[in-house]
């Protein structure tokens, strides 16, 4: 990535400094930022536990600013509750979902950062106590992430084996030649509902996130979602190592993230699958997850119950 002195203006503040960090176990605020490195169970080799410390970099990029909305994020408060030690493995997996739990007490809503998709199921669970029955899920994704086994590409197979009702499960953005006919039928047997690539073309992503959480959320439960930055074409996010051409552009993928942020059953979302260190020299992807972060936040300044 190209790197160069930024210059300061105390007229224009940069959406780092707006976050917090924190190591204060008993703080509160808004939003809780929290970094999951996992990488070792990743199907394809990856060195995306570099990337919470690289979108946290990225930020220094931006303002809080969100000119569409008139919304300065700034008002939203955001803690930085640091990188959980070692998050892969059983033990790894522990200590994710104890920070996962212990932010959900402190915070409406908690931003992972990862890391690979296999976050999504400590994250999730800690985020739940452990009590799965009661939630949704809506995953943003290229793929079921159906697998057997204990990898990336499993762990939505993996929640709904611990409980999570497979009727609550949404996603959106499964490509073509991206799967196989034996997960996408296990898809359909456990009741997730599936929206293809080819069926959101020219499709407006506030009816695709509203049918969603219309889904997961049903009777008002918990939802969380996760942003697999996979789902996006490849051009956009070279630091994916599993995007192909053809997906989702990161500007639909912004949109859905400041959609579902927007609604208070929205207890988590994570954003995975980046290598930063396979990025492009211009950092566009470590960049689209930072940008995904502030627009996270401008959805949770929309919240109804949000001054």
Excluded at 285 to 302: D, H, K, N, Q, S
Aim: with cysteine; aromatic share 4%; net charge negative.
């Amino acid at each position: 990535m190209i790197t160069h002195t930024l210059p300061s203006d105390p007229l224009w503040p940069r959406a780092s400094a707006w976050l917090k960090a924190s190591s204060n176990t008993l703080a509160e605020g808004d939003i809780a930022l929290l970094g999951v490195p996992a990488f070792r169970s990743s199907i394809t080799p990856t060195g995306a536990h570099e990337t919470p410390a690289a979108v946290r970099e990225a930020l220094k990029r931006y303002s809080t600013y969100s000119a569409s909305r008139d919304i300065d994020v700034a008002t939203v408060s955001a803690i930085d509750l640091g990188d959980v030690d070692e998050p892969d493995g059983a033990d790894g997996h522990t200590r994710v979902s104890a920070a996962a739990s212990d932010a959900e007490s402190r915070f409406p809503l908690l931003i992972a950062i990862g890391g690979d998709n296999s976050v999504t199921l400590p994250v999730m669970t800690g985020l739940a106590h452990g009590d799965l029955g009661g939630w949704g899920l809506v995953t943003v994704d290229a793929h079921h992430d159906l697998r057997d086994g204990e990898s990336n590409g499993s762990p939505v197979r993996q929640l709904v084996a611990d409980g999570l009702p497979g009727e609550h499960v949404v996603q959106i953005g499964i490509a073509d030649f991206a799967n196989s006919p034996e997960y996408a039928k296990r898809a359909r047997d456990l009741g997730i509902t599936v929206m293809t690539r080819a069926s959101l073309r020219g499709r407006n992503m506030a009816e695709a996130a509203e049918e969603a959480l219309r889904i997961a959320g049903h009777g008002g439960r918990p939802v969380y979602v996760d942003l697999d930055v996979d789902v996006c074409d490849r051009a956009e996010v070279p630091g994916c190592p599993a995007a192909a051409p053809g997906g989702i552009t990161a500007d639909e993928l912004r949109q859905l993230a400041q959609l579902f942020a927007s609604d208070t059953r929205v207890r988590g979302i994570d954003i995975t699958e980046i290598d930063a260190t396979i990025d492009a020299e211009d950092g566009r992807t470590v960049r689209l997850a930072a940008l995904l972060v502030l627009e996270i936040a401008t959805g949770y300044a929309l919240r109804p119950d949000v001054s």
